[in-house]
């Protein structure tokens, strides 16, 4: 099992390099083909001002929206060059970013997203860690990563999510220096954690080559995404893995909960799998 394409998100905000960066050293690590996705929406107008302007209007955003195309590219080819990416392609899409970045996202083996903290990017977030079918790679707006996977925390609850984040992240974690597999107030059971908590998936990463330590962490006064995101700054970790959404996405709107306490307090780059 290996990494063998990448698809990144490209637009022409100023928090679009970090995300290329990581995007870009990741496909050269793994000698991984990257593709850049641009999506072109034209701005909504209100109907009495298209009215009004007519032709001059349209002229005037595809003027914008051929600047921001022109930007977003220089961007994606800066990093492909910066980081020596041999096979990358370059795709401008018409439409939705949220379909279609979901619907390229499930012919990869991951997908590099930036946080940002906007409505439509926290939609791209959601959609393509419940949707896509394949793991995402939500990179911080703060900050510049040039390790991503080599002191990983892997945030393990014995759920689906979480089994589904472990399988899809090992590519990575063979090549880690450092893995730490984290569970917080988990109980043992005969259908979770077995005797040990954690002890069971430390020894499956071990017989794919995988060095890890386990720790149980019991939390009573933080919550678990913040226990997750203190953790991640005691080890000078550069990774989270963790499964998205293990209750509804609604209840963790409404009530809270760790996946959406990380995706909007996140410190370094997290691979989500649902």
């Known amino acids: 099992m290996t990494v063998q394409d990448i698809l990144v998100n490209v637009d022409d905000s100023e928090y679009c390099k970090a995300r290329l960066d990581v995007a870009a050293a990741l496909a050269k690590r793994f000698d991984a083909h990257l593709a850049g996705v641009y999506v072109r929406r034209l701005p909504q107008v209100p109907d009495f ?156 990463l071990a017989r794919h080559g995988v060095d890890v330590e386990v720790r149980q962490e019991v939390s009573r006064d933080l919550d678990v995404g913040e226990t997750l995101l203190a953790r991640l700054a005691d080890e000078d970790a550069d990774l989270l893995v963790m499964g998205a959404y293990g209750r509804s996405r609604v209840r963790e709107i409404i009530l809270g909960g760790a996946t959406r306490h990380v995706l909007q307090h996140m410190t370094v780059p997290v691979l989500m799998s649902h």
Do not use: C
């Not at 302007?53 to 600047?67: C, I, P, V």
């Open 49 to 204: 001002v298209r009215a009004q302007y007519g032709g001059m209007l349209d002229s005037l955003q595809q003027e914008y929206l051929g600047k921001a195309q022109e930007t977003a590219a220089a961007l994606f080819e800066r990093s492909v060059a910066a980081h020596g990416v041999g096979s990358h392609a370059w795709r401008a899409v018409d439409g939705d970013v949220v379909d279609v970045m979901v619907t390229h996202a499930r012919y990869v083996d991951l997908t590099v997203i930036g946080q940002n903290e906007g409505e439509e990017q926290a939609s791209l977030v959601d959609y393509l860690a419940l949707d896509a079918g394949r793991p995402v790679l939500v990179v911080p707006d703060a900050g510049a990563y040039p390790t991503v996977g080599e002191r990983v925390v892997v945030a393990w609850n014995a759920g689906r999510e979480a089994t589904r984040a472990v399988n899809d992240a090992l590519p990575l974690l063979r090549r880690a220096k450092k893995v730490m597999v984290l569970t917080i107030n988990a109980n043992p059971s005969a259908r979770g954690h077995g005797e040990e908590p954690g002890a069971d998936i430390a020894l499956h």
